[in-house]
């Protein structure tokens, strides 16, 4: 009669989520995608998964404890997107770069938009002329009262344009008053660095 070897003993290790890691755009509350990361440096037992819109670091077990701290580089990979934020360059690393403490195991990441502007372009009801000479805010729909407003000159003929703000959470959406009379809720877009509304006036 044969005997059989023994099944190989396998091994078992297990492996914790220790860190989630997102970037959020400080205006919309969104979380950013299209992101590249590494630890730095990279403990051995340590592991950096990067998902479309949160980084996932997982320790196993057996690991020992790094002597470092590691920490997350995360690049932006989407120019665009990047264009329309406030990303500070940091010496030696690559533009669009920033360099994250895992501080806790949530860590959130508030990255501000550059400032924009706001043009809005007002014609009359019934001719559809220019509608010119009136007074165009921008109000904040939220936070607490009086709540912030941003101004609108008169730039052109009819057209209303703010400086270059940055448009808070605070100011998404916005109400647009003319004469101080509400006229139309609107959001900035927040993937360009001006926003145009052309609107009738009916205030």
């Known amino acids: 009669m044969s005997v ?15 860190h989630t890691v997102r970037l959020v755009h400080a205006s ?34 057996d ?5 470092v701290p590691p920490r ?14 406030v990303v500070p360059q940091l010496a030696g690393r690559p533009p669009r770069t920033f360099v994250v403490d895992l501080t806790g195991p949530e860590v959130e ?8 502007t706001l043009t809005v372009i007002l014609t009359t ?41 940055e448009w808070t959470a605070a100011f998404t959406p916005l109400d647009l008053l003319v004469g101080g009379q509400p006229l139309r809720t609107l959001a900035v877009d927040v993937a360009t660095s001006t926003t145009t509304a052309h609107l009738v006036d009916t205030t």
């Not at 997350?72 to 934020?85: F, I, P, R, S």
């Not at 165009?136 to 400086?163: F, I, M, N, Q």
């Open 109 to 116: 990441v508030v990255v501000h938009p550059v400032p924009s």
């Open 63 to 67: 690991a020992p404890v790094p002597a």
């Open 125 to 165: 009801p019934s001719t559809g002329a220019p509608r010119t000479g009136v007074t165009v805010t921008a109000r904040a729909t939220s936070g607490p009262d009086p709540k912030p407003s941003v101004a609108l000159p008169e730039v052109d003929p009819g057209t209303y344009r703010s400086a270059p703000v």
């Open 72 to 85: 997350v580089v995360v690049t932006l990979t989407d120019g665009a997107l990047a264009d329309v934020l």
């Open 4 to 18: 059989q070897p023994a099944a190989p003993h396998l091994a078992t290790v297990t492996t914790t989520l220790r």
């Open 28 to 61: 919309t509350g969104a979380r950013l995608r299209g992101l590249d990361a590494h630890l730095e440096p990279a403990p051995a037992g340590w592991t950096l998964r990067v998902l479309p819109d949160v980084l996932v670091v997982a320790v196993r077990a």
